[in-house]
């Protein structure tokens, strides 16, 4: 039965038009955030993937400045390791000008002054900071433990020991280091600042002999001899418990600090041979000095590196380490201060060697710093890439079909319109009916 202006149809009309209304709110507000959906009450299992996509790109944005500070922070620690790099370059240089035998006492004590100086620029360069916190000074070592200082000479026989004559020493290829028993052997090394030398004619002494004599010489027992006692591969042990070998696997000699930790490490120590007549032996010298640090002194202490966070997960981080480059850590300064002599030309032939280790120290850590930093760059890139993938993977499961939601909430808004404009004719109609009445 027709009906004019009935309750009930004008009830379905409103209810219309409120729903069309809120259809078109719904389209509007994903036009306007550009996503589909923008509340757990549009669906439940979307939105929270999408939240937890959206704390990852967050994450993953900071641990992208993480590297970047880090980057910076290398390069303030680079920096000053190159500075500290070319101050022993210069060293050397003067080393071996006062090293030099046209040199005089009065010229080596130039020289000294002037190393000195030079000295205390390498402990500046090692208090060098980075929002207020020291790098290179030694405080932000990794976890060690105790180890034996070990210099390695692989240019000696492989059947070469401590009880060898020195007469009977050979090169690596088996032909003779020809050392007479008339020979002079010179030894001097560095330890704690302070520089010792003592020599001996070569006799019926052996190659163990020779740091036993060095131990004569007014430091003390500085030297442990007792690797020597076989030929062997074996170095030691270093810092991190690893036992180390050579880098061929084959037989070396090593002489090891007989102090245990930084206290006794021997910053350097050089061997020559001079014949009966005074003149220096070469060839034999480069084979019998070439022994080099192996196994770097170190105390047993806990990790004190730097972290690095460098991903959106609590394990993934990056252990930045940093070695002493002050002048005492690079063997350069005693502990009362002391400098490194040239005063003589025995000081000055055993600094040159110090320097060499200094170098090699600092070059170790420089090659460290620069493989970190190379890490960094590719951790850099991948975390970009990783937040743009993140980003592009959320967009497609909250983001918002632009066309469709436009289209969508034009729709809704004429169908309200319409549905607003039959109600309005249905209320018109109602009071035309009631006209009839009066």
Request: glycine share 10%; aromatic share 2%; net charge negative.
């Given at each position: 039965m027709a009906t004019i202006g009935s309750y009930a149809q004008q009830l379905s009309l409103l209810n219309k038009m409120n729903y069309n209304f809120k259809m078109a709110m719904k389209s509007a507000n994903q036009v306007a955030t550009g996503n589909r959906v923008n509340s757990a009450k549009d669906d439940t299992s979307i939105y929270a993937i999408g939240k937890r996509m959206d704390v990852e790109i967050s994450a993953l944005g900071q641990a992208a400045s993480n590297v970047q500070t880090g980057n910076s922070m290398l390069n303030v620690a680079?920096?000053?390791?190159?500075?500290?790099?070319?101050?022993?370059?210069?060293?050397?240089?003067?080393?071996?000008?006062?090293?030099?035998?046209?040199?005089?006492?009065?010229?080596r004590a130039t020289i000294q002054k002037e190393l000195n100086q030079y000295i205390d620029q390498i402990n500046d360069n090692s208090l060098v900071t980075y929002n207020g916190k020291y790098l290179l000074n030694g405080s932000n070592k990794a976890a060690t433990l105790e180890t034996n200082q070990a210099y390695t000479n692989s240019s000696l026989g492989l059947d070469t020991t401590g009880a060898t004559k020195l007469t009977d020493l050979t090169r690596r290829q088996g032909d003779s280091l020809n050392i007479d028993a008339t020979d002079t052997i010179n030894v001097s090394f560095v330890k704690d600042g302070k520089t010792y030398s003592t020599s001996f004619t070569a006799g019926e002494y052996t190659l163990e002999d020779i740091f036993k004599k060095a131990n004569e010489a007014g430091a003390g027992d500085v030297f442990d001899t007792s690797s020597m006692d076989t030929a062997t591969s074996v170095i030691g042990t270093d810092a991190s418990g690893k036992e180390i070998h050579t880098v061929d696997d084959q037989n070396a000699i090593t002489v090891k600090a007989a102090q245990a930790g930084t206290a006794g490490s021997i910053a350097g120590f050089t061997i020559s041979v001079t014949d009966a007549e005074g003149n220096v032996k070469k060839?034999?010298?480069?084979?019998?000095?070439?022994?080099?640090?192996?196994?770097?002194?170190?105390?047993?202490?806990?990790?004190?590196?730097?972290?690095?966070?460098?991903?959106?997960?609590?394990?993934?981080?990056?252990?930045?380490?940093?070695?002493?480059?002050?002048?005492?850590?690079?063997?350069?300064?005693?502990?009362?201060?002391?400098?490194?002599?040239?005063?003589?030309?025995?000081?000055?032939?055993?600094?040159?060697?110090?320097?060499?280790?200094?170098?090699?120290?600092?070059?170790d850590q420089q090659t460290s710093v620069g493989a970190m930093q190379s890490r960094l760059d590719y951790t850099h890139n991948n975390l970009v890439t990783q937040q743009t993938n993140v980003t592009d993977a959320m967009t497609t499961i909250i983001g918002s079909d632009m066309a469709k939601a436009i289209t969508q909430f034009t729709s809704y808004n004429i169908q309200m319109q319409a549905s607003q404009a039959m109600l309005a004719q249905s209320m018109s109609n109602s009071s035309w009916f009631l006209n009839l009445l009066q």
């Open positions: 680079s920096g000053a390791m190159d500075n500290t790099l070319d101050i022993l370059t210069t060293l050397k240089e003067k080393a071996i000008a006062a090293a030099n035998s046209t040199a005089k006492d009065s010229d060839s034999t010298n480069t084979a019998l000095d070439d022994f080099t640090e192996t196994i770097g002194a170190a105390d047993t202490r806990g990790d004190n590196s730097l972290v690095l966070h460098t991903g959106s997960e609590s394990t993934q981080n990056m252990h930045v380490a940093f070695g002493d480059t002050s002048a005492r850590g690079l063997g350069l300064q005693g502990s009362d201060g002391s400098y490194l002599s040239v005063g003589t030309q025995e000081d000055a032939n055993a600094a040159i060697n110090v320097i060499d280790n200094a170098i090699n120290r600092i070059l």
